[in-house]
């Protein structure tokens, strides 16, 4: 059997920031490596090119003053990143040693050792798992207001979920739509009480408590996303909220199984790193992009911090 290949960086994930990270480590003449994934596993720990792969139009991306399809947006980014010396190959990461460097990652294409690697893993929107959900995902129903809330100007809107996040993507909505409706399994709110407070004095948001979606309803192409059916759950009893687009606002799980044990994460499993760095606890292992960042979750966010992630190894690897 082979040694494994060595290589100097890394990267775990194909995604706006494991690109942007390819980038500039290539240009450093780092030669990196990236992980895009390959959907092979059961539960992949990443899919090539990442959530934006599943979005449609993207207007809020600089350099795109008309806007540019989530699926082109990763191409370009990809391609950008072979011309720049980047090698990517598309295979799952199984397994990384963090214990010792160089660290030993395992993957669907063999062992490799890397004397820096940098977590791009992202994060995955929680959904309703529910009929219809598939059908209508972007195509009135979004999991994220500040990406897609624009496509909704003028409309009557659902938000569902009951804490931080349902009331800022149902205030934000509120600047678009000409109502929000946020709709919610009980009466009670994880909510921060300034956050729902703010959400209940805002004249363009409703509550629907003591509610459960079962259904999205409506037909493509059209008429696109008539409204939502809910069910009570102390009585079982439906009923109909008539709507023009959906999100989902009940959180993200950072994809970070594979990091379990081995980094110091939050309560709910993003990556922590040091302020101002990409730094992680064991030196030498950055991360970067969604995986390590429960506020903003943005393409450009993730893309700037995958600059950083490159930096900072680039320098790691000069001490």
Not at 14 to 23: R, S
Not at 139 to 151: E, I, N, P, Q, V
Not at 152 to 165: A, R, S
Request: proline share 6%.
């Amino acid at each position: 059997m082979s040694a494994p290949e060595h290589v100097k960086v890394a990267i775990v994930g194909g995604g706006p920031a494991g690109c942007t990270a390819a980038i500039y480590a290539a240009r450093a003449n780092l030669a990196p490596i990236m992980f895009e994934g390959g959907g092979l596993m059961v539960e992949p720990l990443t899919t090539p090119g990442g959530q934006l792969t599943i979005t449609t139009e993207v207007e809020n991306y600089p350099g795109f003053p008309h806007g540019v399809q989530g699926p082109k947006l990763m191409e370009l980014f990809r391609q950008q990143s072979e011309h720049a010396g980047a090698r990517i190959v598309t295979t799952d990461v199984t397994s990384v040693d963090t214990s010792a460097r160089p660290f030993r990652i395992v993957t669907g294409e063999g062992e490799f050792l890397a004397d820096t690697v940098i977590i791009a893993t992202g994060a995955s929107a929680k959904w309703l798992d529910i009929p219809t959900e598939e059908k209508f995902r972007n195509h009135g129903l979004s999991a994220c207001a500040t990406c897609d809330g624009a496509f909704f100007k003028g409309m009557d809107l659902v938000v569902v979920g009951g804490g931080d996040t349902a009331m800022e993507e149902a205030n934000y909505l509120t600047n678009l739509a000409s109502k929000v409706t946020i709709v919610h399994r009980r009466d009670t709110f994880r909510a921060s009480r300034a956050m729902l407070e703010r959400a209940r004095r805002n004249p363009k948001i409703e509550f629907a408590t003591h509610a459960v979606v079962d259904e999205i309803l409506g037909g493509l192409p059209k008429p696109g996303v008539t409204g939502v059916r809910v069910h009570d759950p102390r009585d079982g009893s439906t009923r109909d909220l008539p709507c023009q687009g959906v999100f989902v606002a009940i959180g993200h799980m950072p994809n970070s199984a594979l990091f379990q044990g081995k980094l110091d994460m939050d309560a709910i499993g993003y990556i922590k790193t040091r302020p101002g760095s990409t730094a992680t606890a064991v030196p030498g292992v950055f991360a970067c992009g969604d995986v390590a960042d429960h506020v903003y979750r943005q393409a450009v966010t993730a893309a700037g911090t995958g600059c950083m992630a490159a930096i900072d190894a680039e320098r790691f690897l000069l001490q």
